[in-house]
């Protein structure tokens, strides 16, 4: 076991509700329910029973796209519910002509940050670029409103995402899962040189999750050496974890864990800002809820 550091956020969590005639599945993203919320719904009174054992103080739940689509009801009652806990993330259709109205809306509904879909595990739009210039209001309504964006999309979506980045300087993006980059090459990684080029751009952060844990223990990667590099190029005070649980398998506990396995051999400093100064900073929120008292 490895001590679990104090006031651990986790960036990156799913709800499912236990109600499905009150939150229906019938929009996920792609037409197509996901997996892991059939096998391994987790609902808001489970996700406190999760921290609570695992050793997680505030959660960052993160709509779950792949079950609700832009349906944002659960998640937003859970916040409300749970206000001593969890800090949420709405998700909307990026072309929408609705989506600024629907960001106001949400946000006007007590959650802190917006999420992006555009390809993910199970589901991925091959019609849409996150550089669509249809999604151009919303960059420039969060940007003006200084709400974070999280941003899901794959590895060949980073130029685009560049794009984008280059055109509203203005933006807090933060992305899901460092876009699953591949890993099995090892150090010094070439296969995600796409990641790295995008240093330069301060408004971007990262989560590290725990696919980003696992793919570095593939082919030539370790977890060790892949950290070390993106603490470099990045630095600590961009990079947040997130579990990603339940999507990915295992306890919170267990996959929290994982993550600390991982980042043993960074400073105590670096390992702050990973598990809690980053998703302070990227959620203000964050600072106004006590969060739950750790054994």
Request: glycine content about 8%; some cysteine.
């Amino acid at each position: 076991m490895h001590t679990i550091p104090s006031h651990v956020v986790d960036t990156h969590c799913h709800v499912i509700a236990n109600d499905s005639t009150l939150f229906p599945i019938t929009t996920p993203m792609g037409g197509k329910q996901s997996d892991w919320s059939k096998e391994r719904p987790v609902s808001d009174a489970g996700m406190l029973a999760a921290m609570t054992a695992g050793g997680v103080s505030k959660s960052v739940l993160v709509q779950a796209s792949t079950c609700y689509g832009h349906d944002n009801r659960y998640v937003a009652q859970s916040v409300s519910h749970h206000p001593e806990a969890f800090v949420g993330v709405f998700s909307v259709d990026l072309v929408s002509p609705q989506s600024c109205e629907q960001i106001s809306h949400w946000m006007g509904s007590g959650l802190s940050g917006v999420r992006v879909f555009i390809a993910g595990h199970t589901a991925q739009d091959q019609t849409l670029r996150i550089d669509d210039r249809r999604a151009d209001p919303l960059w420039e309504h969060v940007a003006s409103h200084n709400i974070p964006i999280c941003v899901q999309l794959r590895s060949f979506g980073l130029a685009a995402l560049a794009t984008v980045l280059e055109r509203h300087p203005k933006l807090t993006v933060l992305l899901d899962h460092f876009a699953r980059p591949d890993l099995e090459g090892g150090e010094p990684y070439p296969a995600a040189q796409g990641l790295f080029e995008l240093a330069a751009f301060e408004g971007l952060y990262f989560k590290l999750t725990t696919h980003n844990v696992r793919d570095a223990k593939l082919g030539l990667a370790t977890p060790e050496s892949f950290l070390k590099r993106v603490v470099n190029v990045f630095g600590a005070s961009r990079i947040a974890w997130g579990s990603n649980f339940p999507a990915c398998s295992g306890s919170l506990g267990e996959q929290l864990q994982e993550s600390l396995a991982a980042t043993q051999s960074l400073s105590a400093s670096e390992l702050e800002w990973i598990y809690s100064k980053t998703a302070h900073s990227l959620y203000p929120s964050l600072n106004q809820i006590q969060g739950l008292a750790q054994s």
